[in-house]
T-cell receptor
Framework: ETAVFQTPNYHVTQVGNEVSFNCKQTLGHDTMYWYKQDSKKLLKIMFSYNNKQLIVNETVPRRFSPQSSDKAHLNLRIKSVEPEDSAVYLC???????????FGPGTRLTVL | GDSVTQTEGQVALSEEDFLTIHCNYSASGYPALFWYVQYPGEGPQFLFRASRDKEKGSSRGFEATYDKGTTSFHLRKASVQESDSAVYYCALGDMSNYNVLYFGSGTKLTVEP
């Protein structure tokens, strides 16, 4: 049963363009996350939002910015993409500390 | 900083073989430990977790025991099936940081029929 939705599934763009990815969760969770999965399948935390407040920013480049309208939505904007941004971006949500996270299917970004 | 090490990048087994994937962690505090599984084209799925020393987590025939002494959380299954083929991730949850997960590098399990 899918409860974390991400759009689009895939996106191909040119260097320097701006892109935006959407994430919505229907679980009623308070905390949402963005992770990056690179071509070697390494997963790294990028951002975390708790009740619309940014609580973690793991030294990602400034061209990345999370945006949230309410606790069910967390979008990710990349202002000027670079080739190293090619990856799968995974959104997740959690009911709180010490609980598991539920992941969406991911958005695959290819930067040409 | 907190980190997780998975020593096996790939594991190839036959059905009904015994599985062990090693996971060791490094953390300043007392983290929660997790195993996730990822199938092609999907996001990681939670398998189970353990939050304190000697606690055993288990799901779908997989199990792991939190060992604070050896800082380990090794994944085991007595008899694997072809459908278990996937990438397995060990992860550490930073409880002081809203449970941000730090993942190991993943282990690709291939089970031949």
């Amino acid at each position: 049963e899918t409860a974390v939705f991400q759009t689009p599934n895939y996106h191909v763009t040119q260097v320097g363009n701006e892109v935006s990815f959407n994430c919505k969760q229907t679980l009623g969770h308070d905390t949402m996350y963005w992770y990056k999965q690179d071509s070697k399948k390494l997963l790294k935390i990028m951002f975390s939002y708790n009740n619309k407040q940014l609580i973690v920013n793991e030294t990602v480049p400034r061209r990345f910015s999370p945006q949230s309208s309410d606790k069910a939505h967390l979008n990710l904007r990349i202002k000027s993409v670079e080739p190293e941004d090619s990856a799968v971006y995974l959104c997740a949500s959690s009911p709180g500390r010490n609980y598991e996270q539920y992941f969406g299917p991911g958005t695959r970004l290819t930067v040409l | 900083g907190d980190s997780v090490t998975q020593t096996e990048g790939q594991v190839a087994l036959s059905e009904e073989d015994f599985l062990t994937i090693h996971c060791n962690y490094s953390a300043s505090g007392y983290p929660a430990l997790f195993w996730y599984v990822q199938y092609p084209g999907e996001g990681p799925q939670f398998l189970f977790r353990a939050s304190r020393d000697k606690e055993k987590g288990s799901s779908r025939g997989f199990e792991a025991t939190y060992d604070k002494g050896t800082t380990s959380f090794h994944l085991r299954k007595a008899s694997v099936q072809e459908s278990d083929s996937a990438v397995y991730y060990c992860a550490l949850g930073d409880m002081s940081n809203y449970n941000v997960l730090y993942f190991g590098s993943g282990t690709k399990l291939t089970v031949e029929p």
